[in-house]
């Protein structure tokens, strides 16, 4: 399954990619609502991730053009706005679910894999089955003849390809345009080597007859599936084929060393942008503080919300939140410092309120385990 995340937040962009391509998702990440939208238009996508405010077309006006334009691809709405009249706005452009940035992951994959299965995309199939070779793309489970097969992230999505089009000859850029997303551009040499690794496990799993048939100048299919009696003695069972019950796990020990790296460097974005944020008191305080720095301080105030959602560090995203909010109102001109309370004295408040919820540790700790301190 192909999936374009429009996520112009490099630290939640990195974050949510690794949380989908760990589920056997391929993901496109871009950060300008335009390229998306070109994306969109001329590639084939599962489902599009869409945040809202974004650089050249917010995520609203992309996904409404998509709308207009015929596309049918789910959208699944993703920011910090959780306002009543945010959902109605998103959903009257056009996107079929809407989730804010700091749900829980699960809750995230669990909405994901409804649009897909919505949409036709997923299997109506519970398991999809080659002779005792069973997968069941729900789980992400895969057994041979009630053996677990311990599959890499890549050779489950090529083996789930097979199984899907079993009739169909995959070239070898069909399966690059399945499997890889845009920005990694392998060469066609990078699917020999994966069919090569696929079989292998296979046959180390116990399957004697190679699944996968070479058509040479075309690409590769699924041989025809084998009838029980031509299948050795120890495969036909009275249960079989039963329902799936080992997986193919994703691979924890590379998941949580890049979930790591990305934190560090999320960790560093707080820090350069609460860096920022100091700089805008200190300019308030000299009413020095100019609508290009106003617009360019609250979109940075919006995607430190969207960050620390993600992460798990609620609270903290809800004081950005407010932060943003203010710097919109100074905008728009509703507070001044000539207001009952300055703008100036609330958003020092506010910033040392988010700089005291960064101190303590994130709600829920299966996000990341980084810890923020500022001195």
Same mark, same amino acid.
């Given at each position: 399954m192909r999936i374009l995340l429009i996520e112009d937040d490099q630290s939640t962009g990195e974050f949510l990619s690794t949380t989908l391509s760990a589920h056997r998702y391929a993901v496109d990440v871009v950060a300008d609502g335009a390229v998306g939208l070109e994306l969109a238009a001329h590639w084939h996508y599962?489902?599009?991730?869409?945040?809202?405010?974004?650089?050249?077309?917010?995520?609203? /006006?992309?996904?409404?053009?998509?709308?207009?334009?015929?596309?049918?691809?789910?959208?699944?709405?993703?920011?910090? +706005?959780?306002?009543?009249?945010?959902?109605?706005?998103?959903?009257?452009?056009? =996107? &079929?679910?809407?989730?804010?940035?700091?749900?829980?992951?699960?809750?995230?994959?669990?909405?994901?894999?409804?649009?897909?299965?919505?949409?036709?995309?997923?299997?109506?199939?519970?398991?999809?089955?080659?002779?005792?070779?069973?997968?069941d793309p729900a789980l992400t489970r895969v057994t041979y003849n009630g053996t677990e097969l311990m599959l890499r992230p890549k050779e489950y999505s090529l083996l789930e390809l097979f199984l899907r089009y079993p009739h169909r000859i995959l070239s070898r850029s069909a399966i690059i345009e399945h499997l890889w997303p845009i920005e990694e551009t392998p060469v066609e040499?990078? @699917?020999?080597?994966?069919?090569? &690794?696929?079989?292998?496990?296979?046959?180390?799993?116990?399957? +004697?007859? &190679?699944?996968? /048939?070479?058509?040479?100048?075309?690409?590769?299919?699924?041989?025809?599936?084998?009838?029980?009696? +031509?299948?050795?003695?120890?495969?036909?069972?009275?249960?079989?084929?039963?329902? @799936?019950?080992? =997986?193919?796990?994703? &691979?924890?020990?590379r998941g949580q060393l890049a979930i790591q790296q990305i934190g560090e460097r999320f960790r560093r974005s707080v820090e350069q942008r609460l860096d920022l944020l100091e700089a805008v008191a200190q300019s308030l305080q000299t009413d020095r503080f100019h609508v290009p720095q106003q617009r360019a301080a609250k979109l940075e105030a919006h995607k430190l919300a969207g960050g620390l959602g993600t992460f798990g560090y609620i +609270?903290?995203?809800?004081?950005?939140?407010?932060? /943003?909010?203010?710097?919109e109102r100074l905008l728009e001109g509703d507070v001044t410092q000539e207001s009952e309370v300055p703008v100036a004295e609330q958003f020092t408040k506010l910033l040392t309120a988010l700089k005291q919820a960064l101190m303590k540790s994130p709600t829920d700790e299966l996000r990341s385990d980084i810890s923020l301190s500022r001195r």
């Open positions: 599962d489902l599009i991730l869409l945040d809202i405010l974004l650089p050249t077309l917010n995520g609203i /006006e992309v996904c409404r053009r998509l709308r207009d334009q015929g596309c049918q691809t789910p959208i699944l709405m993703l920011t910090t +706005q959780d306002s009543n009249d945010a959902v109605i706005t998103g959903l009257d452009a056009g =996107a &079929d679910d809407y989730v804010t940035k700091s749900c829980d992951p699960s809750q995230l994959l669990a909405r994901v894999r409804a649009l897909l299965r919505r949409s036709g995309a997923a299997a109506t199939t519970p398991v999809l089955t080659w002779g005792p070779l069973c997968l040499g990078s @699917v020999t080597n994966l069919i090569k &690794d696929l079989r292998y496990r296979l046959k180390s799993a116990g399957i +004697q007859t &190679d699944p996968i /048939e070479t058509v040479y100048g075309l690409g590769y299919r699924l041989k025809t599936e084998p009838v029980a009696a +031509q299948l050795p003695a120890r495969t036909r069972s009275a249960d079989y084929p039963s329902r @799936v019950q080992s =997986a193919a796990a994703p &691979d924890e020990t +609270q903290a995203s809800r004081i950005a939140q407010a932060i /943003e909010h203010l710097l």
